[in-house]
């Protein structure tokens, strides 16, 4: 079993940074593909963005291109996310999702943004608030 705990989440004002972290606890080392979804109030929760086992291969939301990275360090069990030039639209519960299959399997040629199924594995979720 693995237990998903995501940090670092907060309200920032438009244009900020933030760096949200996930730290996998238990067997964490049985993991591949891990990824960040968000979910607004009152919508479903999204792809945000998605990172193979060994981080070579990243997927993006259009939505988030060229403004988040998403990265992991596998020797702290622990997977990031850089959120940068923060958008009011960004605002959300910000969720970690791990899972053993590749991602391919579990992307099964979806955008990022629709893979809302396949990951085993979920954390509690982070609070970022966008303001104006």
């Known amino acids: 079993q693995v237990q998903l705990v995501e940090s670092g989440g907060d309200s920032v004002q438009v244009g900020g940074s933030l760096t949200l972290s996930c730290v996998a606890i238990g067997d964490s080392h049985s993991l591949n593909c891990m990824g960040w979804f968000r979910q607004a109030p009152g919508k479903e929760r999204d792809g945000v963005a998605v990172i193979s086992g060994g981080g070579w291969t990243t997927y993006y939301a259009d939505s988030v291109k060229d403004r988040f990275t998403i990265s992991r360090n596998n020797a702290k069990s622990t997977l990031y996310l850089q959120l940068n030039s923060l958008r009011p639209e960004d605002t959300g519960v910000y969720y970690c999702?791990?899972?053993?299959?590749?991602?391919?399997?579990?992307?099964?040629?979806?955008?990022?943004?629709?893979?809302?199924?396949?990951?085993?594995?979920w954390g509690q979720g982070t609070q970022v608030t966008v303001s104006s």
């Open positions: 999702a791990a899972d053993q299959q590749i991602c391919a399997d579990i992307l099964k040629g979806r955008e990022v943004s629709d893979a809302r199924t396949g990951f085993r594995y």
